[in-house]
Nanobody, 120 residues
Framework: QVQLVESGGGLVQPGGSLRLSCAASGSIFEINAMGWYRQAPGKERELVATITRGGSTNYADSVKGRFTISRDNPKNTVYLQMSSLKPEDTAVYYC??????????????WGQGIQVTVSS
């Protein structure tokens, strides 16, 4: 079994910052790509940022220059540093990871989601 557990969400004023964390645990052999997605009310889930095992990153245009994704491979953890937050960043944020288990099977896993609300 593999679990992804997110933390760090909450309420923040426009222009503020938050740092999300997502820790993977369980029968993990190796974690390949990791990423963050978000879903606002009435909208489809969208990509926010991804990072490969080697550290190559990709961002949605809407967050470039404001959000930074990083990872700690020994800790099986991915982070999302969010700055200059806007009300339109309000959404449930989901962690995603492509994980190879100790039995060498590869699956895509999702966290349970964490609420980020940007409001004054």
């Amino acid at each position: 079994q593999v679990q992804l557990v997110e933390s760090g969400g909450g309420l923040v004023q426009p222009g503020g910052s938050l740092r999300l964390s997502c820790a993977a645990s369980g029968s993990i052999f190796e974690i390949n790509a990791m990423g963050w997605y978000r879903q606002a009310p009435g909208k489809e889930r969208e990509l926010v940022a991804t990072i490969t095992r080697g550290g190559s990153t990709n961002y949605a245009d809407s967050v470039k220059g404001r959000f930074t994704i990083s990872r700690d491979n020994p800790k099986n953890t991915v982070y999302l540093q969010m700055s200059s937050l806007k009300p339109e960043d309000t959404a449930v944020y989901y962690c995603n990871a492509e994980i190879t288990s100790i039995w060498y099977s590869k699956f895509n896993y999702w966290g349970q989601g964490i609420q980020v609300t940007v409001s004054s």
